[in-house]
């Protein structure tokens, strides 16, 4: 196995984790564990998609579930200063 199919496999594996722990109420789906999950997994894949097997319309899907997860880290951080 090379290093992007390993990056791919762990982002699966990171997303399925965050959403069956939010699917099972184990995890807040607005919550830091969740989102980050999320973002990391969603970056495993395009990593993987990306300087691996191409193919633009999963690349666009994991682009953008990293970019929702990573709005709502900001969110999260954004309310945190305000207190």
């Known amino acids: 196995m090379i290093w ?3 990056a791919g496999l ?3 594996l990171m ?3 965050a959403y069956a722990g939010s699917a099972l109420g184990h995890l807040d789906p607005k919550g830091f564990q969740s989102l980050l999950g999320n973002f990391v997994g969603a970056c ?3 990593a993987s998609l990306l300087f ?3 193919n633009l319309s999963a ?3 994991e682009g953008s ?3 929702v ?3 709502g880290l900001l969110r999260l951080a954004i309310l945190r200063r305000r207190g």
């Open 69 to 71: 997860a990573l709005a």
């Open 44 to 46: 495993g894949i395009l």
């Open 4 to 6: 992007t199919d390993a």
């Open 59 to 61: 690349s666009i899907m």
């Open 15 to 17: 997303i399925l984790a």
């Open 52 to 54: 691996g097997a191409f």
């Open 10 to 12: 762990a982002g699966v």
């Open 65 to 67: 579930w990293a970019l």
